[in-house]
């Protein structure tokens, strides 16, 4: 795996769950991150699509020394370097563009851009992505398509996210070429809104007990 990657890897320690967190009010991230890590997951996805996005990395990044916050929906160099800014430790991206390709290589920061055909696979291992999104999982063909991947692109490892939930996550998380999955399931939008953080951290329990199979 590259050294990126490996970066990556080691970033989320173990952990079977990344959350993907919509956040529409930055006031909310500092409890939501402090209620994932107490149930187990340290680190946390804030996608930018929401206005307060990236107030809402910066105060994780600034208030919350136990988790690992990274930024998500990135789609242009411009949204990679502002996320960068704010303090995001690892960026991910819903799909790979040569713009992208060059703001990752610009940047020390590790980055983990989706990809779902052999072909997309193929040219990310290329450049050293040898730790990727598959994205959107579920609607793309699932842990059965992930699966017929592993033989011929074994050193290539995945992040399923896009569908994912507490009830097909280990479906995935049993695949040899999958190190952990991605998913809201854990921050529900109404839960967040009304600041259900023992909830939350319940789910969060849950999902990082869904351990990879020894
Ligand atoms: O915006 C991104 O970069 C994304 O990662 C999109 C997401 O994967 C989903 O919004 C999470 O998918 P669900 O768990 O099905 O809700």
């Known amino acids: 795996m590259s050294n990126k990657s490996e970066k990556l890897v080691s970033l989320l320690a173990g952990q079977p769950v990344i959350p993907v967190l919509r956040i529409a009010d930055a006031k909310q991230a500092v409890p939501l991150a402090r209620a994932l890590a107490r149930g187990g997951l340290k680190a946390i996805e804030i996608t930018l699509r929401t206005p307060d996005a990236l107030e809402a990395i910066r105060r994780v990044a600034g208030e919350v020394e136990e988790s690992v916050v990274g930024a998500g929906t990135i ?9 960068a ?3 995001s430790r690892f960026i ?3 799909g790979i563009t040569k713009e992208l390709l060059k703001a990752s290589a610009d940047s020390d920061i590790p980055f983990l851009p989706g990809a779902i055909t052999p072909g997309e696979i193929m040219a ?3 450049v050293g992505l040898t730790f990727l999104k598959f994205f959107p999982a579920e609607q793309a063909g699932g842990a059965a398509f992930l699966k017929a991947l592993a033989s011929p692109i074994a050193d290539v490892k995945f992040c399923p996210t ?3 939930s507490a009830t097909n996550a280990a479906g995935y998380l049993g695949l040899p070429n999958v190190i952990c999955v991605g998913g809201s399931w854990v921050a529900p939008d109404d839960l967040v809104v009304n600041g259900e953080w023992s909830r939350i951290e319940d789910l969060a329990r849950a999902a990082a007990e869904l351990r990879k199979p020894a």
Do not use: M
């Open 85 to 87: 800014q704010a303090g």
């Open 124 to 126: 990310a291992r290329q």
């Open 75 to 83: 789609l242009d160099p411009a949204q990679y370097d502002a996320a």
């Open 162 to 164: 896009g569908g994912v």
């Open 92 to 94: 991910v991206s819903p």
